[in-house]
């Protein structure tokens, strides 16, 4: 199996989440270290305990005291699935209130190819502030596909595939 190194994945409170622990399996089954970090009401819809044993870290839901070690190893990419609502417009006006958030904003700092798979209801999709900041964004080199509705994790495994063999230098589709 190839490593394909560690990733950051960030969990949202939108039905999907209820289902993460099949998503975690795939991208380890790709080669990929999972460290989950949750909002906190994804954090109470979630079984943290099952997911820390499956991948191995502790689900992040709290910040850390200063002086305390990293709980997560360096990550390599970020995905975010399912995105919310709330997440994609707190993340796009910078605000940092929660771990979740504060990876998503570092990671646009430090450059590292983020993926966004946001989960929004038609109504809220229709607010004036989501498609800006979607955009938004996006125009920062973050990778957004919408998840459907049927929640078919290979949209997420199969993006984040492609990016490894980008990052390595292997030809994809989508460099045609």
Known sequence: MTRRGVLALVVCAAPPV???????????????????????????????????????????????????????????????VPATFNVINKWAQGINDTPALGILNEALGAELPIYAFPNVKRQLAMHPSYDRHLQLLQDAGVTVAPLAKEMDWLLVTDGLHAHAQRASGIPTPLDD
Request: hydrophobic fraction near 40%; glycine fraction near 6%.
């Open 18 to 80: 209820l289902r993460i622990g099949e998503l975690i399996e795939l991208l380890q089954e790709d080669g990929w270290t999972v460290c989950l970090t949750a909002t906190p009401t994804a954090a109470t819809w979630i079984d943290r305990e099952a997911l820390a044993r499956q991948t191995g870290y502790p689900v992040r839901v709290d910040w850390r005291k200063p002086g305390e070690p990293e709980p997560h190893p360096p990550a390599c990419a970020v995905a975010v």
